[in-house]
């Protein structure tokens, strides 16, 4: 199987999906209240800045968006001709998932200078141009109503690739990460580990949703670890197993 998935992937090459998340020592990234993660130091957040300028693409939950009602872009000048030398756009297209297009227009990610797309349902779109009286262009560059339940993420990122996506950056929240997880969609993966413990079955955790059973957990491949004052930063990759 590891062999077909290789020849696949020649035939038919997806968008590479790189998780990036923050969470506390005790597996959370967010409160109980799902409010914005605000709890990493300023180096992780040059450190996340980094690694979404790798990216073709963001892809981040609704849910995300809700709690912070902004995304992150590329603001350092180093950063932004690193894009330009590699011949990529000064910034990585924003890309929302919402199956039910409930979204406000005066968030001030609609303000940022970045470009931006939404993945919603047909439903969805349809009460996105509803909200914005049929003005969606003021909003996003484009309206992809392809979102399916259940969703064939691999389909998605084989379309993703030739239109310029070969980097995707997943930003979140565990619920998006969880529906990726599960279609074992995820190649790399970089945690923060912070030095708060948040606790609380409801707050929300790298990888949500109804989870794996032990046989079937997803294993990883610790390639990086690097501590800088209180926080330490892990790199995984997905190993596959020999024929798995
Ligand atoms: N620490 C960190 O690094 C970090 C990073 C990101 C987020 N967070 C935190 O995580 C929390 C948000 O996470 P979350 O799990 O509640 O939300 P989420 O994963 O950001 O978003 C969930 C929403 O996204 C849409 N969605 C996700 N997966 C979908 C799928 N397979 N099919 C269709 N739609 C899908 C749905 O939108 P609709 O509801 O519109 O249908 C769903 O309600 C916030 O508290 C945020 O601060 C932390």
């Known amino acids: 199987m590891g062999g077909q998935r290789d020849i696949n992937q020649v035939k038919n090459p997806r968008s590479q999906v ?3 998340l ?3 020592a005790d597996g959370k990234i967010a409160d109980r209240d799902r409010t914005a993660a605000r709890f990493s130091s300023a180096h992780d957040l040059a450190h996340l800045e980094t690694l979404v300028a790798q990216a073709d693409a963001v892809l981040f939950g609704a849910g995300t968006l809700r709690a912070y009602g902004t995304c992150l872009s590329v603001r350092q000048r180093a950063l932004v001709e690193q894009r330009e030398t590699r011949h990529q756009p000064p910034q990585p297209i924003q890309i929302v998932c919402s199956q039910s297009g409930h ?3 005066q968030w001030r990610f609609f303000q940022q200078p970045v470009p931006r797309w939404l993945l919603t349902s047909s439903a969805g779109a349809q009460h996105w141009s509803a909200m914005v009286e049929g ?3 003021t909003y996003f560059d ?3 109503p392809d979102l399916t339940e259940p969703m064939d993420w691999r389909s998605l990122l084989q379309r993703f690739h ?4 070969e980097r995707l950056a997943l930003l979140g929240g565990g619920t998006l990460v969880a529906s990726f997880a599960e279609q074992d969609l995820i190649d790399e993966m970089h945690l923060t580990v912070c030095p708060l413990l948040l606790g609380g079955a ?3 955790t790298p990888f949500d949703g109804t989870g794996l059973a032990i046989a079937q957990a997803l294993k990883l491949q ?3 670890v690097r501590q800088v004052e209180n926080e330490v930063f892990l790199h995984y990759r997905r190993c596959h197993p020999k024929g798995d």
């Open 22 to 24: 923050a969470m506390s």
């Open 135 to 137: 003005d969606d262009g």
């Open 222 to 224: 610790l390639i990086g």
């Open 142 to 144: 484009q309206v992809l």
């Open 202 to 204: 409801a707050a929300p």
């Open 162 to 165: 030739p239109l310029g996506i």
């Open 103 to 105: 979204l406000e227009p």
């Open 18 to 20: 790189t998780v990036v």
